[in-house]
């Protein structure tokens, strides 16, 4: 038998009550995921999923900060 050891983790509140909800939905807890998850590190000598930093850009990113005043400027064909 392997000897087991303890983690500790601090996370959101929030967060762990929506995963306790969804792994509970699906019948496991969160020994057993961490488990699996280590072990498909391990086995694969990397992360299992994809991780992405999407970047979403506010609308005074992308057309500037006074483009509500620009909004007054544009001609349309509806009148």
């Known amino acids: 038998m392997s000897s087991q050891s303890t983690l ?3 996370l959101d509140s929030k967060l762990k ?5 969804a792994l509970e ?3 496991l807890d969160f020994t057993t995921t961490i488990t699996v998850y ?3 590190i391990v086995r694969g ?3 299992p999923f ?3 930093n999407s970047k979403y850009y506010s609308v005074e990113e992308v057309v ?3 483009w509500r ?3 007054d400027s544009i001609e349309d064909e509806w009148e």
Request: charged share 35%; glycine share 8%; aromatic share 4%.
């Open 69 to 71: 005043e620009d909004v």
């Open 38 to 40: 280590f072990d498909q």
């Open 45 to 47: 000598r990397k992360i």
């Open 64 to 66: 500037g900060a006074n």
């Open 17 to 21: 009550e929506e995963t306790s909800a």
């Open 25 to 27: 939905k699906i019948g």
């Open 50 to 52: 994809e991780i992405l």
């Open 8 to 10: 500790s983790v601090i």
